[in-house]
């Protein structure tokens, strides 16, 4: 996409995603649903105003299940997956076919590894899936333990961030334009290359569509032995620095049996470093990729 058609993009889009993060109303961002007799039911209204906010509004909200320390912790997995499979068919995220993810710390910090939802430590804003053919339009991580300390979610509306950086850096915009080879943090299919070659940024149905995960990026082009130039270099550390500027980004602190379900494609989301403590049950979310689209 060339950047007068990017700009126009900007310029049409609907007000709404460009949130300020002092501005959010969070309340209304939050949902209870109900769950009786061990049974969770979303009703269609609560469903239809999640996905209108996800889709069609700032890009994310909170879904509270009532009760949730009166469950086991395998017991609030099985309604994580109900929960997000109200909202659309859950895609596979692993050669097994696995529909969830346990996102939790299996190394130190001192050890990173590529899959870096396997940390605890500074990780980056990003979009799910960047790396692969077929996306999650949306997706969900729900709280079964937080963190001690830190481990808070944080939110950026990809409209915001690009605003921000259209008006600063007007003079470096192409390498919005261009493809990046993508680093496979893990394979989803046994066919699949390690890397492979995608644009950045494309106006898909209507809406910006991005494939932002910097430190895959680097990887990948690395791995290639394909270096970035001069302007793309600026463009990921101006872009980066913007993406994770506080008053662009809402933090959020999930609590157990919270679910945070947020727009894939123009929704950039990452998690406060945080410390397990021996002390309590270690942070887990459990992570669902949706295809909310097709259902
Ligand atoms: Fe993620």
């Avoid at 649903?33 to 969770?40: E, I, Q, R």
């Avoid at 850096?169 to 080879?181: Q, T």
């Amino acid at each position: 996409m060339q950047t007068n058609a990017l700009l126009d993009h900007l310029a049409s889009a609907n007000p709404i995603f460009f949130w300020d993060p002092s501005k959010l109303e969070v309340e209304r961002l939050c949902f209870h649903v109900d769950f009786k007799a061990g049974t969770l039911n979303v009703s269609s209204g609560v469903r239809n105003d999640i996905l209108n906010n996800v889709f069609d509004g700032p890009g994310f909200s909170i879904i509270r299940v009532p009760n949730a320390d009166q469950l086991t912790d395998n017991e609030l997995e099985e309604v994580s997956h109900v929960l997000a499979g109200a909202f659309g068919a859950l895609m596979p995220q692993n050669e097994a076919g696995d529909t969830f993810y346990r996102v939790q710390a299996k190394v130190s910090a001192d050890r990173p590894e590529y899959r870096l939802s396997n940390t605890s430590g500074d990780t980056s804003m990003h979009t799910d899936c960047s790396y692969g053919d077929e996306r999650p339009s949306a997706i969900s991580l729900f709280c079964i333990n937080p963190a001690v300390e830190g481990g808070e979610s944080m939110i950026a509306s990809g409209y915001r961030v690009l605003s921000e950086y259209a008006k600063s850096h007007h003079d470096n915009m192409s390498p919005l334009s261009r493809s990046y080879f993508y680093h496979r943090s893990h394979k989803r299919h046994a066919d699949d290359e390690q890397v492979a070659e995608y644009r950045l940024l494309d106006v898909v149905n209507g809406t910006l569509s991005f494939r932002y995960k910097w430190p895959y990026i680097e990887l990948g082009h690395k791995v290639k032995g394909v270096f970035l130039g001069e302007n793309e270099t600026h463009f990921f550390s101006s872009f980066e620095t913007l993406a994770n500027r506080a008053d662009l980004v809402f933090r959020y602190p999930l609590k157990r049996g919270e679910c945070l379900i947020g727009n894939n494609k123009w929704i950039f989301h990452n998690r406060a470093p945080y410390s397990d403590s021996p002390h309590a049950p270690k942070r887990l979310m459990i992570r669902h990729w949706i295809d909310s689209r097709t259902s």
